[in-house]
């Protein structure tokens, strides 16, 4: 059982949009700031969203992310079947003083 | 470029110890908050452990008595021992640079190794 909450898979067709949701507590989402990672098949994860909504050098416009009180959102929009992956919210609980990550969420683009 | 590679995985006994090195270039391990961050077959992302640049180290509670995070300047590399291993613990290990701001996040990746718990 993840600290995080996701949903354990999603699906849309390409060009749609699609969001995934990521709940949490006071204690990690609700003081702290929520980052999110990309992992496509059999590689490492990649950062995709930092600071809440930040998206690093590289990273298109299409995903995006915001934040509302203990739960975060990850949007993507004009899905590309490379957008098939698995999506995983983290962040650092400080009543746990450990990192936390969600479930993860795989991403079928139909 | 700044890049993170993993070695020192394999197949081990239920009960023995193991260490993992991952070697960094592009930046310095020991001035920055550095990660083990595993991943069991088929499952979700499970941190390990964190060593701060201070020295201060945490760890999950998994793992907390069993596994040691260290870092060598003169090598530029991070370690992790791992001890008293159990068959839970089998995972592709990654390490990876944690970055902060306004909050904390993992950036770069390394791209793992494969840590087996059988007899």
């Known amino acids: 059982q993840s600290v995080l909450t996701q949903p354990p898979s999603v699906s849309a067709a390409p060009g749609q949009k699609v969001t995934i949701s990521c709940s949490g507590s006071s204690s990690n989402i609700g003081n702290n700031y929520v980052s999110w990672y990309q992992q496509l098949p059999g590689t490492a994860p990649k950062l995709l969203i930092y600071d809440n909504y930040k998206r690093p050098s590289g990273i298109p416009d299409r995903f995006s992310g915001s934040k509302s009180g203990t739960s975060a959102t990850l949007g993507i929009t004009g899905l590309q079947t490379g957008d098939e992956a698995d999506y995983y919210c983290?962040?650092?609980?400080?009543?746990?003083?450990?990192?936390?990550f969600g479930g993860g969420t795989k991403l079928t683009v139909l | 470029e700044v890049r993170l590679v993993e070695s020192g995985g394999g197949l081990i006994q239920p009960g023995g110890s193991l260490r993992l090195s991952c070697a960094a270039s592009g930046f310095n391990v020991t001035t920055n908050y550095m990660s083990w961050v595993r991943q069991a077959p088929g499952k979700g992302l499970e941190w390990v452990s964190v060593?701060?640049?201070?020295?201060?180290?945490y760890y999950a509670d998994s793992v907390k008595g069993r596994f040691t995070i260290s870092r060598d300047n003169s090598k530029n590399t991070l370690y992790l021992q791992m001890n008293s291993l159990r068959a839970e613990d089998t995972a592709v290990y990654y390490c990876a640079r944690e970055r902060y701001s306004f909050g904390n996040w993992f950036d770069p990746w390394g791209q793992g190794t494969l840590v087996t718990v059988s007899s």
């Open positions: 060593i701060h640049s201070g020295g201060r180290s």
């Open positions: 983290g962040i650092w609980d400080s009543s746990l003083s450990a990192w936390v």
